[in-house]
């Protein structure tokens, strides 16, 4: 949640390069933004209300300066108002900081520091206040490492001091990096921001501090010793976190999942072994996840009962940290998610590792937080992923878990050929005509203002996963349910012309959920059937390739198709939904 920025380096035109590196983050937070610089040795600001990619270049041409900081802001103290946008300052105008993360002892230090002299609601305004009092005394190094040592809370931030000609960034509990180029660096929030001109970079870890200027020089944020880093060269090409061809990314990236499983499932024999190996050792193993990375726990949850035999207990990482009571050394923890920066997953690691178990991740973004604080991290390949939905890691790491619970059981070569013939098979569903029939379903139902969707067994989790595609992106008020559940309650939802959504896979629950949705459909509900073969009882049949247990990875896919099709015609825009942002770093 929200976006930081800094550049510092040989080109003049800093100002325009935070904006661009922005945009490129504008996924994380798009209620306002902000960039400052120091023009001639006067702080030079320009704060707004809206979208960052609406930002006009040609307003900041004139202003050549070779250091900028700038902010795309997702809301937590304050509204979106100018004032709270960042950066902040220090009443003297001297010191601007861009920060995401929430400060927990704002309220005192404000208090502390006078509130009269407070212009915005934000818990940050306090670091800039902070920084400009200890300024008074000492180096700008040395007073920034005296504000932050007072901060109680998750930070990343980038200050800049007018008169001084370098930045300083630090961290706790919030992600930043460092692109190391030819005679200038970046700080950025995520790596997309400045792929185009470096694929070299610097990780900070927590408590850590990196000052920009010549170099690159990290320190420890408690003691002010010298750190090593060592850099890292990143393999991402930057148009792969371009839109392209493209009118949205949640649709470029629903169109990669093919080549994506392919990826995830190739991973190194011995590693995937050894953690195969690490289940059915632990006493006690527990997927956690949150939103589609906890949807997809649970199919995983299905994947290893099914398939391996093991029971496995999920629970969503916001929950998890209550489960402490059952955690002992002996437990094994494996914890999924795209960015890696998960704040209710960093927790629950927490509790994890409180306890003495061990933690494995999945995630997507290499060198994450939550990939470098596991005991043990397997990375899904699925390339950048923009959108604030999340679709093509979704099936990315439910491949990696099926191919896991295969594994478990000696069979890790029958569960590569499997996923490889489900990618194939992905490959071939997404062609024109399948997305055509979707759209013309996705305008029957567009207005709608509830739909509700069922699976049973290893389809159960889709049709939660399926309601929160739905909500996120098109609003539309949707439901998943535990096929059997409906009759127990929610079926008194049902009127005439409701949409519900059947997951019907050729597994052994086929007739069971044939059933409830005969029972939906007698109460007036319009069937639209995902299944590998047509029934009666459909309105509209979406064709799915029969897959066996991987069902879920095939039958997710048009869903994520109809949520986008539906936000469209809506006149939505699918890839920034409203009050969401893609990576949420607060608990
Ligand atoms: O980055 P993560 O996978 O940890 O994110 C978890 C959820 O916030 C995320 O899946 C969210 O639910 C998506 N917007 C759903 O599409």
New binding site residues.
């Given amino acids: 949640m929200c976006g930081i920025f800094g550049y510092l380096g040989k080109r003049d035109n800093a100002l325009e390069i935070v904006i661009k590196g922005l945009q490129k983050l504008e996924y994380r937070g798009y209620d306002s933004w902000g960039v400052a610089t120091d023009l001639n040795g006067e702080l030079f600001s320009h704060k707004k209300v809206g979208k960052i990619s609406e930002a006009n270049l040609d307003d900041f041409k004139d202003k050549k300066v070779k250091l900028a900081i700038g902010h795309t802001r997702w809301a937590t103290h304050g509204g979106v108002t100018n004032a709270n946008a960042h950066p902040h300052f220090d009443p003297e105008k001297q010191i601007a900081v861009v920060h995401n993360g929430i400060i927990e002892n704002y309220q005192e230090i404000r208090e502390e520091l006078g509130k009269e002299n407070f212009v915005s609601e934000t818990d940050t305004e306090v670091i800039a206040h902070l920084i400009a009092k200890y300024r008074k005394d000492y180096s700008f190094k040395e007073a920034v490492l005296k504000a932050v040592q007072r901060l109680v809370g998750r930070y990343a931030i980038v200050v800049l001091n007018v008169g001084e000609n370098y930045l300083i960034a630090a961290r706790r509990g919030s992600p930043l990096i460092v692109g190391v180029g030819e005679d200038e660096a970046f700080l950025a929030s995520d790596i997309p921001a400045f792929l185009e001109y470096t694929q070299n970079v610097n990780y900070l870890d927590d408590n850590e501090m990196v000052i920009v200027n010549d170099g690159v020089e990290f320190l420890n944020l408690e003691t002010g010793e010298p750190i090593k880093k060592r850099l890292v060269n990143i393999d991402w090409q930057a148009e792969s976190a371009e839109k392209g061809e493209y009118d949205h990314f949640m649709l470029k990236e629903i169109m990669e999942q093919k080549d994506c499983i392919h990826r995830a499932i190739n991973q190194d024999t011995d590693e995937i072994m050894h953690i195969a190996q690490q289940i059915k050792d632990s006493r006690g193993c527990f997927l956690s ?5 906890g949807k997809v726990c649970m199919a995983g949850e299905y994947f290893f009962s099914i398939i391996a035999k093991r029971h496995v207990n999920f629970a969503p990482s916001s929950e998890f940290p209550v489960y402490h009571h059952f955690l002992r050394p002996e437990s094994l923890l494996i914890v999924i ?3 890696g920066e ?1 704040a209710d ?1 960093l927790e629950a690691m927490e509790a994890a590792k409180k306890k003495g178990a061990k933690v494995l991740s999945i995630v997507n973004v290499e060198g994450s937080t939550i990939a470098r604080q596991s005991d043990f991290s397997l990375h899904i390949k699925a390339g950048p992923e923009k959108a ?3 679709t093509k ?1 979704a099936t990315s790491q439910m491949a990696l878990l099926l191919l896991i619970a295969t594994a478990m059981i000696g069979e890790l070569q029958e569960g590569r050929r499997i996923l490889a013939e489900v990618a194939s098979k992905i490959n071939d569903m997404l062609n024109p005509r399948f997305l055509t029939y979707i759209k013309s379903v996705a305008e029957k139902i567009k207005d709608q203002e509830n739909a509700y969707i069922i699976g049973k067994a290893e389809n159960y989790p889709m049709a939660l996963e399926a309601a ?2 739905i909500q ?1 992106v098109s609003y539309v008020h949707a439901e998943g349910f535990a096929a059997g559940e409906l009759k127990h309650g929610p079926i008194a939802l049902i009127t005439e012309g409701t949409p519900c959504i059947s997951f019907v896979a050729n597994d052994e629950v086929k007739q069971d959920v044939i059933n409830n949705t005969m029972e939906l459909k007698a109460r007036g509900a319009y069937i639209i059937g995902i299944s590998p073969d047509n029934h009666d009882v459909f309105d509209e049949w979406i064709k799915v390739p029969d897959v066996g247990v991987a069902s879920p990875l095939v039958n997710i896919v048009p869903i994520q198709i109809l949520a986008y099709y539906i936000a469209v015609l809506r006149g939505l825009d699918p890839d920034m939904p409203r009050n ?1 942002a893609k ?2 770093t607060v608990k």
């Avoid at 996840?289 to 990375?293: D, E, K, N, R, V």
């Fill in positions: 996840g949150c939103g589609t990375a998610s795209q960015s998960t997953v604030v939905a999340s890691a929160i595609k996120e969401l990576s949420v």
